[in-house]
């Protein structure tokens, strides 16, 4: 029977279609670790084609020399947001769940926000306050040399484009988006997701040495917390664009002092 002979009243049964999904512990960490691997290979392509069409040797003295060029480091940190977002619109597309809505990409109000800055900066605070009991430097002392090489590149706005809004987007979509939205509704939940989420920012940042990956992992605690309070990860994005604003300006008050 077609639909036009089907008895008056009755519309044509359709097959019903999947259900939007909210990747669990195990989908998200599959998926993690294919929007790292994409990631890491949008920041590679820059080095890779630098050294292949480089007029120097193929060797490990020219791949750390690209390394600590403040120029590199920043085009190479710009190429991993279009990258991390292809993968993130993928992951999300098969979840049949719009992206702003998987990624919780919503406003939030101005008093939490205020709530956040003055959180973030109490903790900075009580971390300068450790660094200088502790005899420690307070910015991690290679940071200084990039930014000299990107002044001197004449690739300044670069770096503090790369640092305080591309990194914080990238970092923050993938950490306190995709990650933490799917571990919190795992087994995990939100408690779970922001430590173990966390961590793995943390992990992404080996650079450093202990103290600094301390910071790192405190401030994701931080993060994390907020993320789950406001529910909104554009409020995590602004902290960490804020954070690393100020961070640059110390780097930069280092450099012109060293």
């Not at 290679?142 to 809004?165: H, I, Q, T």
């Not at 960490?240 to 002092?257: F, M, P, S």
Request: contains cysteine.
């Amino acid at each position: 029977m077609t639909a036009a002979e089907s008895p008056a009243g009755l519309a044509p049964v359709s097959p019903p279609g999947r259900e939007p999904r909210v990747w669990k512990f195990v989908g998200t960490s599959l998926w993690g670790l294919a929007l790292f691997g994409a990631m890491f290979a949008g920041q590679a392509v820059v080095v890779g084609w630098l050294l292949i069409t480089g007029d120097g040797p193929l060797d490990t003295s020219s791949l750390t020399a690209l390394l600590s060029n403040g120029r590199i480091i920043s085009l190479s940190v710009i190429m991993g947001l279009p990258a991390i977002l292809i993968m993130l619109w993928i992951a999300t597309r098969v979840s049949r769940t719009p992206f702003a809505d998987y990624l919780a990409l919503r406003s939030t109000s101005w008093t939490m926000l205020a709530a956040g800055v003055a959180s973030l900066v109490l903790l900075m605070v009580a971390w300068e306050v450790i660094s200088r009991v502790a005899g420690r430097e307070s910015s991690p002392g290679f940071m200084v040399d990039v930014l000299k090489s990107a002044r001197a590149d004449g690739a300044l706005w670069l770096l503090v484009f790369a640092f305080c809004v591309a990194a914080p987007i990238t970092e923050e979509f993938f950490a306190r988006g995709f990650l933490y939205r799917g571990w919190s509704e795992s087994f995990l939940r939100p408690a779970g997701a922001i430590l173990l989420s966390s961590t793995v920012w943390t992990l992404m940042h080996l650079q450093y040495n202990w103290f600094f990956l301390a910071q790192v992992f405190s401030i994701g605690l931080l993060l994390g917390y907020l993320r789950y309070l406001s529910n909104s990860t554009w409020l995590p994005v602004i902290l960490h664009g804020l954070n690393n604003l100020a961070a640059t300006v110390q780097t930069i008050w280092l450099a012109n002092n060293s």
